[in-house]
C-alpha cells in the first residue's frame, strides 16, 4: 500500500522547536523526490523544503532557510524536518508528499506541481503545528 505517515506535530511557543517525521512505504523511496508543505484556511499551499532522496542540496522556502532543515533515513525510509525557532507565522497544517521515479533535476518542477495541483504526487494525512507567541 502507498502511503505517507506523518507525527511530530504539536503546539510550542514562540523561539522553540519540533520535528516532524514522515515515514513512507509502497514506492521505491531512494529514487523519489519528498517535500514537506504546509497550508493554513483561506491561504494557498506553500511548499517548505524538498528534497531527492538520492541526493543533492535540498531547496527551502526562504521564509525558513536557517531555521528548519529537512534530512532523511534511507534504512527507516523516513524524511524528517527539523524545525528551529519557531515563528506564529509558521503555524500551519503541515503534509508531507512524495513524487516516485524523480530526480535532483526535477526537485522545482516536483515542488512546484505539488502546490499548483492538489492531486499530484502522494500525500500524507498532516500534522498540525501551532506557534503561539
Known amino acids: 500500500r502507498v502511503q505517507l505517515v506523518e507525527s511530530g506535530g504539536g503546539s510550542v511557543q514562540a523561539g522553540g522547536s519540533l520535528r516532524l517525521s514522515c515515514a513512507a512505504s509502497?514506492?521505491?523511496?531512494?529514487?523519489?523526490?519528498m517535500g514537506w508543505f504546509r497550508q493554513t484556511p483561506g491561504k494557498e499551499r506553500e511548499a517548505v523544503a524538498g528534497?531527492?532522496?538520492?541526493?543533492?542540496?535540498?531547496h527551502y522556502v526562504d521564509s525558513v532557510k536557517g531555521r528548519f532543515t529537512i534530512s532523511q533515513d534511507n534504512a527507516k525510509s523516513t524524511v524528517y524536518l527539523q524545525m528551529n525557532s519557531l515563528k506564529p507565522e509558521d503555524t500551519a497544517m503541515y503534509y508531507c508528499?512524495?513524487?516516485?521515479?524523480?530526480?535532483?533535476?526535477?526537485?522545482?518542477?516536483?515542488?512546484?506541481?505539488?502546490?499548483?495541483?492538489?492531486?499530484?504526487?502522494?500525500w500524507g494525512q498532516g500534522t498540525q503545528v501551532s506557534v503561539s507567541s
Open positions: 508528499a512524495a513524487a516516485d521515479a524523480c530526480s535532483w533535476r526535477e526537485l522545482p518542477t516536483f515542488m512546484i506541481a505539488t502546490v499548483k495541483t492538489p492531486t499530484f504526487g502522494i
Open positions: 509502497g514506492f521505491t523511496f531512494s529514487t523519489s523526490c
Open positions: 528534497l531527492f532522496i538520492g541526493g543533492g542540496d535540498p
